[in-house]
């Protein structure tokens, strides 16, 4: 799934209840105090920050039966309802945007930049999937966030001019990547792009920018990227409910082509084990030709690309 596109408290069994082996229950954002929800640095906060959190302080907490009636109201229009959700998650947001401190960005710009992703959230929530709003509104804070971030760095570290050429480098290193059913070399970037191989390894380094487990995170430099990256033995919540409910909209969408286009799509993307076939290997399956397969390939991913369909998986792969 992730072909196709940023811990937690509970992980869920089979039946998506959670697993008490792995629960390990913490203070509720909403329920900290202002200095817990600031952290070890609460006393370097300025005064402006102070001042929100005593603002957002006041709102009263809804319960998972107010939880769900707003949902609904705000399914229905009611901006009033839309407007309570949002305010009750509030410290969500400061809570969240406090552990990007320190990446280049002022703690109340990453707040108002994690409150537009929470407003996003609360447009886009169904109640009836069975997820909490925190959990939830929780991928879209921090898409909100990490996006601002990689913006700001990108306007600093990218001469201006570059950011087309990365553009349509990214565009036919994907359309290779799926002709060929393996990432393409350099080289093969440059044939088709009409460069130098040279000229595209370096416009790759520009793009990628990667960073050191030892870039230091906080004001005090006393931690670095390495000590917050995750356990991936164990799936947070947050992680689970966006795979879950991608696979769902995803198969929803899918359903709407012939038999045919769905399967050539499922196998050329491996989309049901993870392994991309090339056209070869699916032309085989279906025992005709690499280009009938390309013919029916391009044909579903035309229809894919219609409103009616692609507004379905355009909140998963705008990344």
């Given at each position: 799934m992730e072909r196709l596109t940023d811990g937690g408290i509970s992980i869920t069994d089979k039946d998506g209840n959670p697993s008490?082996?792995?629960?390990?229950?913490?203070?509720?954002?909403?329920?900290?105090?202002?200095?817990?929800?600031?952290?070890?640095?609460?006393a370097k906060v300025n005064d402006p920050v102070r001042m929100y959190l005593k603002e957002i302080g006041v709102v009263p907490l809804l319960s998972n039966e107010e939880e769900k009636e707003l949902a609904i109201a705000v399914e229905n229009g009611d901006l009033e309802a839309k407007q309570r959700l949002a305010e009750a998650n509030l410290r969500l947001v400061?809570?969240?945007?406090?552990?990007?401190?320190?990446?280049g960005m002022q703690f109340l710009d990453l707040?108002?930049?994690?409150?537009?992703?929470?407003?996003?959230?609360?447009?886009?929530?169904?109640?009836?999937?069975?997820?909490k709003f925190s959990t939830y509104a929780t991928w879209w804070i921090r898409q909100a966030i990490t996006r601002a971030i990689a913006d700001?760095?990108?306007?600093?570290?990218?001469?201006?001019?570059?950011?087309?050429?990365?553009?349509?480098?990214?565009?036919?290193?994907?359309?290779?990547?799926?002709?060929?059913?393996?990432?393409?070399?350099?080289?093969?970037?440059?044939?088709r792009m009409g460069m130098t191989p040279d000229k595209v390894r370096e416009i790759l380094k520009i793009a990628q920018e990667p960073v050191s487990l030892e870039t230091?995170?906080?004001?005090?430099?006393?931690?670095?990227?390495?000590?917050?990256?995750?356990?991936?033995?164990?799936?947070?919540?947050?992680?689970?409910?966006?795979?879950?409910?991608?696979?769902?909209?995803?198969?929803?969408?899918?359903?709407?082509?012939?038999?045919?286009?769905?399967?050539?799509?499922?196998l050329r993307f491996g989309l049901d084990d993870g392994k991309m076939r090339t056209l070869e290997d699916v032309g085989k399956v279906f025992?005709?030709?690499?280009?009938?397969?390309?013919?029916?390939?391009?044909?579903a991913l035309r229809k894919?690309?219609?409103?009616?369909?692609?507004?379905?998986?355009?909140?998963?792969?705008?990344?």
């Open positions: 008490s082996k792995y629960v390990v229950e913490a203070p509720k954002p909403e329920e900290l105090t202002d200095e817990e929800l600031l952290g070890s640095n609460s400061v809570s969240i945007a406090k552990r990007y401190v320190g990446r707040i108002q930049e994690g409150n537009m992703g929470l407003m996003k959230a609360v447009d886009k929530f169904d109640y009836s999937k069975g997820f700001q760095a990108r306007t600093i570290r990218i001469p201006v001019h570059m950011v087309e050429t990365i553009n349509k480098l990214v565009r036919e290193q994907r359309n290779l990547l799926q002709e060929l059913g393996q990432d393409p070399t350099p080289e093969q970037i440059a044939e230091p995170i906080g004001e005090e430099d006393d931690s670095h990227l390495g000590d917050f990256i995750e356990d991936e033995v164990i799936e947070n919540p947050v992680d689970y409910t966006t795979r879950v409910v991608l696979r769902e909209q995803l198969d929803e969408v899918l359903d709407t082509l012939t038999d045919r286009e769905e399967n050539v799509l499922r025992n005709v030709t690499r280009e009938r397969i390309r013919q029916i390939e391009a044909k894919l690309r219609h409103p009616s369909r692609s507004k379905q998986l355009k909140d998963f792969i705008e990344d």
